[in-house]
Every structure is written in structure tokens, then in C-alpha cells.
């Protein structure tokens, strides 16, 4: 269980760090992809990763309950 709170700590200061103003500034460019500027796609896409995130672990700790 200490394994788990470990990496529950260490993915939530990933998108802490992730959302903050240095990483978003490495995006922030006038780029389109498909007109659609390129920090939408950085943060769209690290929001559903993070949600991956959370889902795995929920079922981590589900399974690791169950047995």
C-alpha cells in the first residue's frame, strides 16, 4: 500500500508540474494542427492521461482489496 500513496503522490506533482506556467509556456506557440492551436492538444491530452492514471490505480487498489 505504501508503493501506491507513493505513486499517487508522485503522478499528482507530474500534473501539477504539468499545468504549470514553465511547461505551458513550451506549447504556448502560434502552431496550428488541424486549426486547433497546439496548447489545446498539451492540455486535452495530458487531462485524459491523467484521468487514465487515476483509472488504474482505482483498479489497482480494487484488485489489490479483493485478494
Known amino acids: 500500500m505504501k508503493k501506491v500513496l ?3 503522490l508522485l503522478f499528482f506533482f507530474m500534473g501539477f508540474v504539468m499545468i504549470n506556467f514553465p511547461f ?3 506549447f ?3 502552431q496550428l ?7 489545446y492538444y498539451y492540455l486535452i ?8 492514471v487515476v483509472y488504474v ?8 482489496e479483493n485478494d
Open 6 to 8: 507513493y505513486l499517487w
Open 24 to 26: 505551458l509556456l513550451i
Open 28 to 30: 504556448d506557440k502560434f
Open 33 to 39: 494542427i488541424f486549426n486547433i492551436p497546439l496548447i
Open 45 to 52: 491530452i495530458g487531462w485524459l492521461f491523467s484521468i487514465m
Open 57 to 64: 490505480f482505482v483498479k489497482k487498489i480494487d484488485r489489490d
